[in-house]
């Protein structure tokens, strides 16, 4: 896997009023405007008169270098202001020039708004049409969209203002409307880096309450691009009792550098997560804390012999997989020995004999054969006889939950990558595709490459481990808030009303697309633990990651407070008002983060599609599709996985014949299929059989009026493990 490791790192550039996005990054000059003659230029002051005007199609000479495909606005007469008339003309005229330049010379935001801020604000109301619809704006957009050549569609806005560059290439509406931003502003940047140097950072008020835990060892769990390490897992038989398992984890600490009230904090707060997309991630707090200072474990080798200040929860658990006793304290530790999924997972892997039966769990782990093969040192029997340790409590829990009727089922994994030039391709990494720019994108200058990489089940076991040690840790800090009063963010879920055994289909994947719909929303208290019915827990509090999710900090700065007896800083109503902002803010970015993955998956499809036209070979866009749920009782549009890669998609399959009359296939059964022409703007994908495959027009949007085929409905928000990195 190593051969994705590698994201596009994103310039830092800011500007006044729209700073870079997580995306392709906006070119920022405003030369292009300098030099085109001012057609476009007109004054909002005008009075308003109505009259009829039939729109005008875009000129020829743009057509045949435009990045755009040929747009087809309605044709009709319609009543148009003298106002929007020329605001139409003027957005003509700016997408006629904007169309023929390449991509990085096109204006970005700022430079429309340099240039001429009343044509810049008829941008905004197309923005704003795309992202909130028609309603959310005083003007008609459509109007003026079919006054520029273009769709009267939400298609039709996304094409202009990308066209234009006040929107860069590949922008992900939801992206924008949740404002995910990759940089920071210079105070917050200046804040973090006085806080992280050793000579300035803030004297650490919780020193006296340190627990020193330097000679305990420890091991970072994660994938190997993972920069910021939050936490890391140990243990061992327990001293004194026969059969119970001691577990530490250890959590990262920011707390420690950032007080409450300083802007660094003030920041995360309004972040609260950190949001992972193909084209990068945006930190919830800045590098020089996230991934160096605040992180258990640092690039810098002279940082990472000095102890790291942690928060450490101690779990004894019982043969029967619930608690037995824990303690929660503030420690230090030494940097944790770093150790990838696929590493632990082939240490696993050559004793799963042995971890067949629950009984032969807590055996010494020191009698490895000479034939054995493990990846990890075999000479550190401490960290041998940890793994082992914490395979087996995994396990107990895993059938603890499970006697408590949570809720699992079986996930399909795809990894998204997007970058510039190409990626380094290294042997072993399994069933990956990438997809370069398509033709008429890269005459202009994009040179983006997309991969899709399916995480196979190779690496499940040690996530499944380090999932039980984190939801253990959440279970654990629930209690202890609870037996203490302390005001915490108090997960819970309502039980799912699941269809019968008989009701569900056989195919895994299938079965749990199904019971995905099924989720209740998570519910919150700030006072009481509540039942936690997916995860099977009478209480849960997400704790293991402050880097990068806002309500961890806050329970670190809670439960803290509480440690050295000084009054908590939050009450429960004020604690309820900022984890109530910090929620809506986390479900807007997590839908970003989604959003940006599925916009990605329909872009690779759409480059497969036009490589196989530019090839003449239809095997380039030929995958193996799996039906895994129809959403109509008739019709064959269906969520699908592309078995390849492991993504999941909406299409409409092509009926198979039979008895006379087109059928249906069955769900979970692969098929053979092309993508005909994909559209990531409007997430929709034509499939056909191979045999039937031929060239059609790029999607131009002007069907968006006509049946959508519509992508799944958001997924409710279950919260099912505290380690998604």
Known sequence: MAAFSHQHTLPSSTSSRHRSLVGIPRRRSTAFLLRLPRPYSYSSSTPSSSFAIRASQPSSSSSSSSSSPPLSPSKQPVAVSIQDARAGAALKAAAEHARNLHIQQRPCADAWFKADENLASVFEDVETYRLYGKDAVDRDVRILLDLAGYPRTQYGAHKLLEDCGFWSRHEVPAVVGAGVQAVFDEHVEHDAATLACPTNRVDDEHAEHRKDLTKLRSIAIDDPWTEEVDDAVYAEPHPSKEGWIRIFVHIADPTRFIPLGSEVEKEAAQRSTSCYMPTGTATMLPSVLAKAACSLHERDVEANAKPRAAMTVRVDIKPDGSIGSYAVVGSQIMAPRRATYDEVEAFSTTQAARWEHEETFTEPFDQLGSDDVVTLNEAEDEDATALACLFAAASRRRAYRDRNQCVTFPQIECRVLVSRGSFEQEAGVPRSFTAGPHPDDAALGDDTVVALQRIESSSMLAREMVKEMMVLTGETIAMYGAKNNIPLAFRGQDTPTLPSESELPSHPHARAVVMRRCMTRAKLSVTDPINHASLGLPGYVQFTSPIRRYSDLLAHYQIKAF????????????????????DDSVRDRNKAGRESDTY?????????????????????????????????????????????????????????????????????ESIELTIERACPIDKKIDVVFPSEWKVVAEYDGDDSDKENVSPEPPKPELVTSDNEK
């Open 563 to 582: 440690l050295r007896d000084e009054e908590i800083p939050f009450t429960d109503k004020n604690i309820s008002l900022r984890l109530g902002e910090s």
């Open 600 to 668: 990605w998956v329909h872009e690779f499809f759409r480059r497969r599609a036009a490589e196989a036209v530019a090839n003449g070979d239809v095997t380039i866009a030929t995958f193996n599709l799996t039906p895994l749920l129809y959403l109509r009782d008739t019709g064959t549009i269906a969520v699908v996985c592309c078995e390849e890669v492991g993504a999941e998609f909406v299409t409409r399959i092509p009926e198979m014949s039979g008895d006379g009359k087109g059928v249906r296939p069955p769900i979970g």
